[in-house]
Structure formats: structure tokens, C-alpha cells
């Protein structure tokens, strides 16, 4: 149980144009959800959190217009990637907890190149 | 804030043991993780321990965590490379999972 898939697994893209990731919790209900990002032998650096029906709440340095974060479902959060540019390319990784938040279960993530 | 420090990396033989070491500065630091991400590839959880402890085995994985010294380590044994990737600690002050902070991950690299 608690598995987390995420579409695409590998996108490449042109520099202006908006990039969607998908996150989704297949058998638990995700009450929260975290996107994170990674870059080339670095650690993960947390972006955002969202709960469920509510706004996103963004670590500081990371701007809420460019990465946009919709958790619109129990299952399912979608993070976008406003006019991407190449220094947006990276490594993007989620995870969800459920309601008892014992823990985060990561999806296998999402490698994004912007051109 | 909180810190979590992993030395870069660890190379060993097929079949010796592992030890991956973690020191962290939060002293409020209640539930401590170990991930392992292979190349490409999302975060598993491997193991985790409550700060009351001192231990926890886990069929060939143990985890050492002393609390005074805010040290944590991961012991494989019969290390394989299938063992080889990178591994996270992370902690969370508390039992909510939504407060990780990681370290910086250590590579092993297991040579046959």
C-alpha cells in the first residue's frame, strides 16, 4: 500500500512554454502533499505543501506564480510550471501523507529539461 | 534552523558492511528517517526511529541513534550492489511526517 505515482515521469520542453505534473496517491487518500525539487547531486529542497481544498503554502524563495500548485482531490495534486525556462530544469519529486501524517510516501519523480 | 549532516560518500566490498552516518542539530528532533533514492528514481523509505530509542534492527539494516551526540547511523550488512544508491537521513520534530528536514545524502557505491 501507500503508493504515489507521478505523470510524466520525464518531460522536455521549449523555454516559454507552461509545464503540468500530475501526483497521485493511488490507494490512500493524501490529505497533504508535498512538492519538492532536486538538482544534480543535491538533497531535496521542499517547495510547497498543500492540504487538500486549501492554497498551497510555498517555502520562502520559491514564487507561487511560477510553480503553481492546485490540490484539488484527496488523490490527486498538480504542480505547473509557469513559462518554464532552462534554469528550471531539475528534478521534481512529490509525496503525500494521509490523514494520520505518520509519514511521507515519494513518488518516483519527475525529470523535467527546458530547452 | 535545522540541520542534517551526511559526509558525501561511501565506497565498500560486496558482502562487508555499511555504515552511513547522519548528525543533525535539532534537539527537538522526535522521529529520524532513512531513505534510499536510486538513480532516476523517487525516495524509499527504508527505516525510521522514535528518539526514545536506541535501536532498531531490521532484518539487515540497523539504525544506531545516539541522542546526546545527535549522531545517527545506518548499518547494512552483507552489503550488495544492489545496495548502492544514495541515502538520505532526514528528521521531523514531530510524529505529524510533514516537517522534514534532509540531509544531503550520502552515495555508496558497493563494488563487486
Known amino acids: 500500500g501507500a503508493v504515489v505515482s507521478q505523470h510524466p515521469s520525464w518531460v522536455i520542453c521549449k523555454s516559454g512554454t507552461s509545464v503540468k505534473i500530475e501526483c497521485r496517491s493511488l490507494?490512500?487518500?493524501?490529505?497533504?502533499m508535498f512538492w519538492y525539487r532536486q538538482f544534480p547531486k543535491q538533497s531535496l529542497m521542499l517547495m510547497a505543501t498543500?492540504?487538500?481544498?486549501?492554497?498551497?503554502?510555498?517555502e520562502q524563495g520559491v514564487e507561487k506564480d511560477k510553480f503553481l500548485i492546485n490540490h484539488a482531490s484527496l488523490t490527486l495534486s498538480t504542480l505547473t510550471v509557469t513559462s518554464a525556462h532552462p534554469e528550471d530544469s531539475s528534478f521534481y519529486i512529490c509525496?503525500?501523507?494521509?490523514?494520520?501524517?505518520?509519514?511521507?510516501?515519494f513518488g518516483p519523480g519527475t525529470r523535467l529539461l527546458v530547452l | 534552523g535545522e540541520d542534517v549532516e551526511q559526509s558525501l560518500f561511501l565506497s565498500v566490498r560486496e558482502g562487508d558492511s555499511s555504515v552511513i552516518n547522519c548528525t543533525y542539530t535539532?534537539?527537538?528532533?522526535?522521529?529520524l528517517y532513512w531513505y534510499k533514492q536510486e538513480p532516476g528514481a523517487g525516495l524509499q523509505l527504508l527505516t525510521y526511529?522514535?528518539?526514545?530509542?536506541d535501536m532498531k534492527q531490521d532484518q539487515r539494516l540497523t539504525v544506531l541513534l545516539n541522542k546526546k551526540d545527535k549522531h545517527l547511523s545506518l548499518r547494512i550488512a552483507d552489503t550488495q550492489t544492489g545496495d548502492s544508491a544514495i541515502y538520505f537521513c532526514?528528521?521531523?520534530?514531530?510524529?505529524?511526517?510533514?516537517?522534514?528536514?534532509f540531509g544531503g545524502g550520502t552515495r555508496l557505491m558497493v563494488k563487486p
Open positions: 526511529i522514535f528518539s526514545n530509542m
Open positions: 535539532d534537539s527537538s528532533s522526535t522521529y
Open positions: 498543500s492540504n487538500e481544498g486549501s492554497k498551497a503554502t510555498y
Open positions: 509525496s503525500a501523507s494521509n490523514y494520520r501524517g505518520e509519514t511521507q510516501y
Open positions: 490507494d490512500f487518500q493524501a490529505t497533504t
Open positions: 532526514a528528521e521531523s520534530p514531530n510524529n505529524a511526517g510533514n516537517m522534514l528536514t
